[in-house]
């Protein structure tokens, strides 16, 4: 009979502490929103695949946290600010989301960010790049994970100027992200001596780059630096080479590029071009094993957005189950206590301007004849320290960082 009462008290007190850890969960379900262009400009860097690397966190975590089941939604944003305001707003609102992933185009985050910001939701920014993010526009609901534009240029540009790139001509993406990476490029490339001969900006996103490629030859800039991305990368770099720039003395710098960048373009177009990236499938053996997974998944490489998002999904399933609660704030809390040490950083640390900062790499495209396969496209060339990397905060405008203004 006692042992009876000890194995009936065993288990209430079981039922107890499960059904008080589930409480904690609010309706008892964790959700977690994907939002990204799945179909446009930056379908390829982030994009479905994104989606993917989102859902083998879930499931390597095991599908459910402190006994709550994890739920994913997921929406292309069409790199439009309303159409993302529009579908975050209704999963806040209405939909029960706790958390939004991905994010790519800058507009896009810094709209959405605005919102979580005022329903005390919490935001993982994975695919944009401007540092402004978690500069005068950084709030308590979001995390910038992956890079940004600060050691885009700090690693790329300042390699550039350092090799002799001393004048330069910049085109730009006219919107959040471009502006905010042509600002960081000319800021590096007038500390390191050089000169910003010409800037100009094109829409986004463009498909013809004829006239701004000839306003570069014309600029006599002996370098032309791109300050955009994805598709619009890749374009300006075909017209590039239809036009000869590289044949007539000029370099060509691509401030940001992606891995499925490069494998569209072919090694053969893009060998020796100097790039910076916060991760890379082929670094060591645990960034290996994890990109097989998702290549069988995928049939393609990760890039690091895609090992970003994995990476960051899993930190904040981890943050729940410690701080056994999904409320944002004690959510975050606990990411920016908790170091990262994972497939995607070593020593990772999340700042309270909620910027991830980790090493990343300066790296060059390989020759043809040094590629040993359909994705070898990348020679480490050294690693910048996290402390060297981002914008340090003694110089920050965030308002949550003592001691600075808010930038209204």
């Given at each position: 009979?006692?042992?009876?009462?000890?194995?009936?008290?065993?288990?209430?007190?079981?039922?107890?502490?499960?059904?008080?850890?589930?409480?904690?969960?609010?309706?008892?379900?964790?959700?977690?929103?994907?939002?990204?262009?799945?179909?446009?400009?930056?379908?390829?860097?982030?994009?479905?695949?994104?989606?993917?690397?989102?859902?083998?966190?879930?499931?390597?975590?095991?599908?459910?946290?402190?006994?709550?089941?994890?739920?994913?939604?997921?929406?292309?944003?069409?790199?439009?600010?309303?159409?993302?305001?529009?579908?975050?707003?209704?999963?806040?609102?209405?939909?029960?989301?706790?958390?939004?992933?991905?994010?790519?185009?800058?507009?896009?985050?810094?709209?959405?960010?605005?919102?979580?910001?005022?329903?005390?939701?919490?935001?993982?920014?994975?695919?944009?790049?401007?540092?402004?993010?978690?500069?005068?526009?950084?709030?308590?609901?979001?995390?910038?994970?992956?890079?940004?534009?600060?050691?885009?240029?700090?690693?790329?540009?300042?390699?550039?100027?350092?090799?002799?790139?001393?004048?330069?001509?910049?085109?730009?993406?006219?919107?959040?992200?471009?502006?905010?990476?042509?600002?960081?490029?000319?800021?590096?490339?007038?500390?390191?001596?050089?000169?910003?001969?010409?800037?100009?900006?094109?829409?986004?996103?463009?498909?013809?780059?004829?006239?701004?490629?000839?306003?570069?030859?014309?600029?006599?800039?002996?370098?032309?630096?791109?300050?955009?991305?994805?598709?619009?990368?890749?374009?300006?770099?075909?017209?590039?080479?239809?036009?000869?720039?590289?044949?007539?003395?000029?370099?060509?710098?691509?401030?940001?590029?992606?891995?499925?960048?490069?494998?569209?373009?072919?090694?053969?177009?893009?060998?020796?071009?100097?790039?910076?990236?916060?991760?890379?499938?082929?670094?060591?053996?645990?960034?290996?094993?994890?990109?097989?997974?998702?290549?069988?998944?995928?049939?393609?490489?990760?890039?690091?957005?895609?090992?970003?998002?994995?990476?960051?999904?899993?930190?904040?399933?981890?943050?729940?189950?410690?701080?056994?609660?999904?409320?944002?704030?004690?959510?975050?809390?606990?990411?920016?206590?908790?170091?990262?040490?994972?497939?995607?950083?070593?020593?990772?640390?999340?700042?309270?301007?909620?910027?991830?900062?980790?090493?990343?790499?300066?790296?060059?495209?390989?020759?043809?004849?040094?590629?040993?396969?359909?994705?070898?496209?990348?020679?480490?060339?050294?690693?910048?320290p996290a402390k060297d990397a981002y914008r340090p905060l003694a110089d920050s405008q965030c308002k949550l960082i003592k001691g600075t203004v808010a930038v209204k």
């Amino acid at each position: 009979m006692k042992i009876m009462q000890k194995l009936l008290t065993t288990a209430i007190a079981s039922a107890v502490m499960a059904s008080s850890a589930q409480a904690a969960i609010s309706d008892n379900e964790v959700r977690i929103g994907y939002l990204a262009d799945m179909s446009g400009t930056y379908r390829d860097l982030a994009g479905p695949n994104g989606l993917t690397a989102l859902n083998m966190a879930v499931e390597d975590f095991g599908g459910k946290v402190n006994g709550a089941a994890i739920t994913v939604v997921s929406a292309d944003d069409r790199n439009s600010p309303d159409v993302a305001s529009s579908t975050v707003r209704q999963w806040v609102e209405s939909d029960g989301v706790d958390m939004v992933a991905g994010m790519v185009a800058s507009s896009v985050t810094i709209a959405t960010t605005k919102i979580l910001e005022q329903s005390n939701k919490l935001g993982i920014v994975s695919g944009s790049a401007a540092s402004s993010i978690t500069d005068q526009y950084c709030t308590a609901n979001h995390i910038h994970y992956v890079y940004d534009t600060y050691p885009l240029a700090h690693g790329t540009a300042q390699a550039v100027v350092k090799e002799g790139g001393d004048s330069w001509f910049i085109l730009t993406a006219d919107y959040a992200f471009g502006h905010s990476l042509e600002k960081d490029v000319e800021k590096v490339v007038r500390e390191n001596g050089g000169t910003v001969i010409q800037k100009v900006r094109h829409p986004f996103p463009t498909s013809d780059f004829s006239s701004f490629i000839l306003q570069a030859q014309g600029s006599g800039a002996s370098v032309v630096a791109l300050a955009n991305a994805g598709s619009d990368t890749i374009n300006a770099i075909n017209t590039a080479g239809e036009f000869g720039v590289t044949q007539s003395g000029q370099s060509l710098a691509a401030l940001l590029l992606f891995l499925t960048d490069v494998h569209a373009l072919g090694v053969d177009a893009a060998q020796g071009i100097q790039l910076t990236t916060g991760w890379y499938w082929n670094k060591d053996a645990e960034a290996r094993a994890w990109s097989d997974r998702f290549m069988e998944r995928t049939g393609v490489r990760p890039t690091m957005v895609h090992a970003g998002i994995y990476s960051s999904t899993l930190h904040y399933l981890n943050a729940i189950k410690a701080a056994e609660s999904d409320d944002t704030q004690k959510v975050r809390q606990k990411m920016i206590a908790t170091p990262i040490n994972d497939m995607f950083a070593k020593g990772g640390e999340i700042r309270e301007d909620g910027r991830m900062v980790h090493d990343m790499y300066l790296a060059k495209v390989k020759t043809p004849a040094q590629s040993k396969g359909e994705w070898d496209l990348y020679d480490i060339i050294r690693t910048i320290p996290a402390k060297d990397a981002y914008r340090p905060l003694a110089d920050s405008q965030c308002k949550l960082i003592k001691g600075t203004v808010a930038v209204k």
